[in-house]
Nanobody, 123 residues
Framework: VQLQASGGGSVQAGGSLRLSCAASGRTPATYALGWFRQAPGKEREFVASFRWTGATTYFADSVKGRFTISRDNAKSTVYLQMNSLKPEDTAVYYC?????????????????WGQGTLVTVSS
């Protein structure tokens, strides 16, 4: 399984960005995709998850109401739409795949990881 994350960039506070995570290769029949982020000097933290079967989403409290998830079935791609961005959202964002339809919040629950994409929000 390969994951390709993209869409990072620099934006001013209040702005928006959309991250993409494309899964390829031998993806499991059922799986969940998660987004995590790691700011400089901080531990990696959960942002959001998406259960491919059922399209259930779950968001960390810090992003709830500002971030949403959507998918493109044909492209096996999940999008993380980030609105009302704040400087504290600045981090490297990673997408990860979990070989079940659970969509947990812990990084060790995920089996495959993409490369990170940097999001910088200036005040």
């Amino acid at each position: 399984v390969q994951l390709q994350a993209s869409g990072g960039g620099s934006v001013q506070a209040g702005g928006s960005l959309r991250l993409s995570c494309a899964a390829s290769g031998r993806t499991p029949a059922t799986y969940a995709l998660g987004w995590f982020r790691q700011a400089p000097g901080k531990e990696r933290e959960f942002v959001a998850s998406f259960r491919w079967t059922g399209a259930t989403t779950y968001f960390a409290d810090s992003v709830k109401g500002r971030f949403t998830i959507s998918r493109d079935n044909a492209k096996s791609t999940v999008y993380l739409q980030m609105n009302s961005l704040k400087p504290e959202d600045t981090a490297v964002y990673y997408c990860a795949l979990q070989s079940s339809n659970y969509g947990g919040t812990l990084s060790h629950e995920y089996d495959y990881w993409g490369q990170g994409t940097l999001v910088t929000v200036s005040s």
